[in-house]
């Protein structure tokens, strides 16, 4: 049902994987997690994946309060997924908490090389464009729409990835 370290992108090293859980994680069914992948989940962490999620390559999840991933998303290489900055800072003579949930719908896609940070929600049927770097809720956008940028913003409305139905045929 879950399958670790698992080797899946040729470019990567099948290095493992590293598991460091002292909170609480929650599968609701099928997930592979690549090859050269982090998984971290402290003691006040609570990680939750849905049913067929697919993560290829050096995948990086730091679960420190709440991360959510939805079902049937898939998650290109060299992702990261962190829902604490580690230190606080003062903003207007106050000091703020450092961390907040991260919530990615269900039939999401992930490209590579993107950064979600504390406080991102995506809706359902959403994509990140490879490099998006998302820092905040966009789950009031809709379903179906591209999110692209460093920040992140809505490109694209209408479309979607579907994992099931996604082969290429290239031309000789």
């Known amino acids: 049902?879950?399958?670790?370290?698992?080797?899946e992108v040729s470019i990567y090293p099948n290095s493992g994987i590293i598991w460091s859980n002292n909170g609480t994680v929650t599968?609701?069914?099928?997930?592979?997690?690549?090859?050269?992948?982090?998984?971290?989940?402290?003691?006040?962490?609570?990680?939750?994946?849905?049913n067929n999620v697919h993560a290829?390559?050096?995948?990086?999840?730091?679960?420190?309060?709440?991360?959510v991933i939805g079902s049937h998303t898939l998650i290109?290489?060299?992702?990261?997924?962190?829902?604490?900055?580690?230190?606080?800072?003062?903003f207007n003579d106050k000091k703020t908490k450092g961390y907040d949930k991260v919530i990615i719908g269900s039939h999401n896609w992930l490209a590579m090389?993107?950064?979600?940070?504390?406080g991102s929600q995506t809706p359902d049927y959403c994509v990140?464009?490879?490099r998006t770097m998302l820092n905040k809720d966009f789950s009031?956008?809709?379903?179906?729409?591209?999110i692209s940028g460093q920040p992140a913003k809505v490109?694209?409305?209408?479309?979607?990835h579907d994992r099931y139905d996604d082969k290429i045929e290239y031309e000789l």
């Open 155 to 160: 490109m694209v409305k209408n479309i979607y």
């Open 128 to 130: 990140l464009s490879a």
């Open 76 to 90: 290109g290489w060299d992702n990261t997924i962190s829902d604490t900055d580690f230190h606080s800072i003062y």
């Open 27 to 50: 599968f609701h069914g099928n997930c592979i997690i690549g090859n050269a992948s982090s998984i971290t989940v402290s003691r006040s962490g609570h990680l939750t994946i849905g």
């Open 1 to 7: 049902m879950i399958k670790l370290g698992f080797n």
């Open 140 to 146: 009031n956008e809709g379903e179906k729409i591209l």
């Open 56 to 67: 290829t390559a050096k995948f990086k999840v730091l679960c420190y309060h709440k991360v």
């Open 113 to 118: 090389e993107c950064l979600v940070l504390k």
